[in-house]
């Protein structure tokens, strides 16, 4: 098992390796041989110029905030109405959680439209807040996730707090919130990469440059430099450095999340 194991990760990891390796050729040797492992000459400046042919603390500012905000929104809203379908009697609930959890069948693409119309018409075209604000209006699969784990939750913990006179919202803020940090983690890494990685929401919400995340913008640097693909390479390494990053810090409460959440519940 360990060895089919280790193939899997050789094979996914090839080329991640490859990309960042070839970051660090020219782009004469790139042309030259393609397939070759090791720079001749390593190109350490390569970063420095594709950080400067394009305004990358820009994007990477934008970014940030895009990820952050959704992230935010995301929790916020998903959290709350988990604990509502989980805990809360309520006349129709399993029929309007069925309800949400078909909408996971719908394409982005099937409401691209009337989204956009809809957020034209507020106001929010071209701003970073018309990627943001639909994330406060939730997500069927981080509801279902952050629902399932809700009720693992022992109802002994919920029963003994409103006898000592605790509300509904403090048993979901002081009591639920807090022992489902793994799952609201999980949910935070899974929007944070969707957010990162989001290409088709600033094509068509954004026409500023100075408003465009880094998604957008690599897709901006191939246009104009498609010719200095070592460039190309060293903007895409920087641009993936973060997710890497963020999933080794956060990998044991990411499966911690996943394994007592939604797959196991």
């Not at 909408?103 to 691209?112: F, I």
């Not at 939750?153 to 639920?176: K, T």
């Not at 890494?189 to 989001?198: I, M």
């Not at 460039?231 to 993936?240: H, I, N, R």
Request: net charge neutral; aromatic share 14%.
């Amino acid at each position: 098992m360990h060895l089919v194991l280790l193939g899997a990760a050789v094979l996914f990891a090839g080329p991640l390796v490859w990309m960042v390796l070839s970051s660090l050729k020219s782009g004469t040797e790139i042309t030259s041989n393609p397939t070759g492992v090791l720079p001749e000459a390593w190109q350490w400046e390569n970063y420095a110029d594709a950080v400067t042919v394009i305004p990358f603390v820009t994007y990477l500012r934008n970014s940030l905030i895009l990820c952050l905000g959704c992230v935010a929104g995301t929790l916020l809203s998903c959290s709350m109405v988990a604990y509502g379908f989980a805990r809360l009697q309520w006349r129709g609930r399993r029929l309007m959680f069925g309800i949400l959890i078909s909408t996971m069948l719908l394409p982005w693409q099937a409401t691209m439209i009337p989204r956009f119309l809809l957020l034209k018409e507020v106001g929010l075209y071209d701003s970073l807040g018309a990627l943001i604000l639909p994330t406060f209006l939730g997500d069927a699969f981080y509801i279902f996730l952050l629902r399932q784990f809700f009720l693992t939750v022992p109802e002994e913990l919920s029963e003994a707090a409103r006898l000592d006179g605790c509300g509904e919202w403090g048993i979901f803020w002081r009591i639920m919130l807090p022992l489902a940090k793994p799952a609201l983690a999980t949910v935070a890494l899974f929007q944070f990469v969707a957010a990162w990685n989001d290409f088709q929401g600033p094509l068509l919400y954004l026409n500023d440059p100075a408003r465009f995340p880094l998604a957008y913008g690599l897709e901006r640097f191939v246009s104009s430099y498609s010719s200095e693909t070592h460039l190309l390479l060293a903007a895409a390494s920087l641009f993936t450095l973060p997710i890497v990053v963020l999933f080794f810090l956060t990998q044991r409460t990411f499966m911690r999340g996943i394994s007592t959440g939604g797959l196991k519940g």
